[in-house]
């Protein structure tokens, strides 16, 4: 089994729709968590962190349950540039440091 | 501006062949990462650092090494590349702190052993 699992989509959605994603991960030390979006050909970058009692910042929002190790991110009104691919991320603990363990992403396609 | 640089965007080497990927960071941050992004797989950890000289194995570890002799550099070293090494390569770097610290990434490397 997979560490941090996520549905791969296409997500292929209208513009101004809402659109949710969704994550498991298996290590139940993980204390924190991420979403980051990928665009076609470039590096990843941190879209937002995922805290315990849910956080919201402008059209999105992520939320992360620990009884079930999931976590989500949802999108409201949808843009074009939305289009990416999400990245759920999950903090390892480890002895030396803490490691960052990669889902392997979710695209997602806004159409006018 | 933060910033994390790969040496370079595209690189082909021959099978066998010793290939070295750089990265540097500007950020002072103790933890470095090497990961590959390959379709269906997602970035996968092949190598990390949490301090000068100090390294770890990720998940992927085999056929690679790593330097890190100096805190703002990391290498990754490909000691005899094989064409299952095609593969796009990512460094990254963070500080080293309780808490949701974030990850910095460079541009990447997008590596063709033929």
């Known amino acids: 089994r997979k560490e941090v699992e996520q549905d791969p989509g296409p997500f292929n959605v209208p513009e101004g729709a809402t659109v949710a994603f969704n994550c498991t991960y298996s290590?139940?030390?993980?204390?924190?968590f991420f979403w980051y979006r990928q665009d076609c050909r470039k590096e990843p970058k941190l879209l937002m962190s995922?805290?315990?009692s849910g956080n919201e910042d402008g059209r999105f929002t992520a939320q992360l349950n620990r009884a079930s190790q999931y976590i989500s991110l949802l999108i409201r009104d949808s843009k074009l540039s939305d289009s990416a691919t999400y990245l759920c991320?999950?903090?390892?603990?480890?002895?030396?440091?803490?490691?960052?363990?990669f889902g392997a992403g979710t695209i997602l396609r806004v159409k006018s | 501006d933060v910033k994390v640089t790969q040496s370079s965007r595209y690189l082909v080497k021959r099978t066998g062949e010793k290939v070295f990927l750089e990265c540097v960071q500007d950020?002072?941050?103790?933890?470095m990462f090497w990961y590959r992004q390959d379709p269906g797989l997602g970035l996968r950890l092949i190598y990390f650092?949490?301090?000068?000289?100090?390294?770890e194995k990720g998940d992927i570890p085999e056929g690679y090494s790593v330097s890190r002799e100096k805190k703002e550099r990391f290498s990754l070293i490909l000691e005899s590349a094989s064409t299952n090494q095609t593969s796009m390569y990512l460094c990254?770097?963070?500080?080293?702190?309780?808490?949701?610290?974030?990850?910095?990434f460079g541009q990447g490397t997008r590596l063709t052993v033929v």
């Open positions: 990254a770097s963070r500080h080293n702190r309780r808490g949701n610290t974030e990850a910095f």
């Open positions: 290590n139940s030390a993980s204390q924190s």
């Open positions: 995922v805290y315990s």
């Open positions: 991320v999950v903090n390892k603990p480890g002895p030396y440091g803490n490691k960052l363990v």
């Open positions: 950020m002072d941050h103790e933890n």
């Open positions: 650092s949490y301090d000068v000289k100090m390294k």
